[in-house]
């Protein structure tokens, strides 16, 4: 498939709202769509509440838990491929981690991805999650698609290896804040010019334990340019994916072919 139409779910986060209500919430969104989409996005931890750190622990669950579940459900009747945005994952081994979930249109998990940088500072992720260990490429019918999550946006190192790898699109969902808003739009365009590539970038809107979400999910086209914005606040972007376009700008700008080597590390 060379173009089709995406939709990135871009929820509010209230801390007066219970996760489960927020994942049926979520999933009425999905389900209704007002226009048809092959792709469809989530933000991070849009369930959990990404600043709910004394409650990781609480609603963390595995791969075949009840979230996941809902998920591929709503995949399947969608037909569409479904990036859930990222769940508190438990472990086999009892570890928690940040994962994002991919579901092709039959509900298949197509792919899980542990975020590999943990956010420090003030934030509890890095303190009470583990970090992934490998990037994660996924070919498929709409294209090759790398999976990442919010404060990985920030290592170019790890768009150059999934690029190396294939991409074609650069999947970012994100919890990222209202006070670094400059920052999201900066380096979403970023990673998009430099490994010449879609960037479809998810994020939270809302106010979570007293962190203003910054919202402005985007869409970005592998020459930098913005194809879709949204606002701050809770709302469906749509847009258009043409991937003609990764082909015609690598071959009208190969910028790539001329990257050096020696100089990867």
Sequence with gaps: MVEFSVALIQISIRDEESPNARLARGVGLIEKLDRPSRLVMLPELWTAGFFNFDQYERLAEPLNGPTVARLAEAAIRGEFWLHGGSIIERSPEGNLYNTSVLFDPAGKLAAAYRKMHLFGFESGEKRI????????????????????????????????????????????????????????????????????????ACNAAGTNRGHELAGNSIIIDPWGKVVAQAPAGECVLYGEVNLEDVAGVRSQFPALRDRRGDCAS
């Design 129 to 200: 999650l583990h970090c992934g260990e490998s990037p994660v490429n996924v070919q498929s019918e709409i294209g090759h698609l790398a999976l990442t999550t919010c404060y990985d946006l920030r290592f170019p190192e790890l768009y150059r290896c999934l690029s190396s790898r294939g991409m074609e699109l650069a999947l970012i969902t994100s919890a990222w804040p209202a006070a670094r808003l400059e920052h999201w739009l900066v380096l979403t365009r970023a990673r998009a010019i430099e490994n010449l590539s879609y960037v479809l």
